[in-house]
């Protein structure tokens, strides 16, 4: 049985790197996880009824559900979410309030994605004069929250920004508004709706899961490797130096 000697800093080195790299596979998994059972509730609920917004105020679970609406929108304090990518396009999704008439509440609803090609060119859109009937669904972002930076500039509409939180633009506006965004289904009022649900699906984390553990075992192969070589090569150079004569 050969002695296995790695060395103290090369076990020092496993001990630490170790337990990262299991930990960042098992943390994939679960994501894998996560992500799969979000999109199982979106598929059930993508065919379901939409629901008059006015009983989305008193569901525990409102992420995905569908929902119809009647009233118009407010053109006027229009929002521009920035550095969207469609095919490989830059471009931006538009969100703008939307005043329910039924409920009497309102409601932060995205329009959809618009190219912009040139920046140094206003985005173009337009806003429905009239009352309309839209069917739109609850979009609560996975893992990071969809926030506005509370130190975010309130200058003059539309706004680009990052990223939004409705319940902050009600403050600004002082509306009684919705906490969560909505998606517009295809419609008269929609622009482009591909939306996609989840940036990585479960099988890219499921990949990165796979490489997290296949380095893990490449640390250990490696450790053990040269905790065995390193051991025969001291005694390969130990005999060699006791087996030499030096002739005068």
Do not use: C
């Amino acid at each position: 049985m050969r002695p296995f000697r790695p060395g103290l800093v090369p076990t020092l080195v496993v001990l630490a790197l170790l337990p990262v790299l299991v930990g960042l596979g098992f943390w994939q998994l679960g994501r894998a996880d996560q992500k799969r059972a979000l999109l199982e509730v979106y598929a059930e609920r993508e065919v379901e009824t939409p629901v008059p917004a006015g009983q989305l105020l008193e569901q525990p679970d409102p992420a995905y559900r569908r929902v119809h609406l009647r009233g118009h929108f407010d053109g006027e304090h229009s929002l521009l979410l920035d550095s969207r990518m469609r095919d490989g396009q830059a471009g931006v999704e538009l969100l703008q309030p939307f005043l329910d008439e039924p409920s009497g509440r309102w409601w932060l609803v995205n329009r959809g994605w618009l190219p912009w090609p040139d920046r140094r060119v206003p985005v173009s859109f337009d806003t429905p004069q009239q009352a309309l009937d839209l069917s739109a669904w609850i979009y609560i972002a996975p893992g990071a929250s969809f926030l506005l930076r509370a130190d975010a500039p309130s200058g003059d509409f539309p706004r680009l920004l990052n990223s939004a939180e409705p319940a902050h633009l009600w403050e600004q506006l002082a509306r009684d508004g919705y906490a969560h965004e909505l998606r517009l289904e295809p419609g008269p009022a929609a622009y482009r709706v591909d939306w996609p649900l989840v940036a990585l699906g479960p099988e890219k984390h499921l990949g990165y899961a796979v490489q997290w553990f296949a380095l893990a075992t490449a640390l250990i192969a490696l450790y053990l490797y040269f905790g065995w070589h390193r051991h025969n090569k001291k005694e390969k150079d130990h005999g060699s130096r006791h087996g030499t004569t030096r002739h005068v």
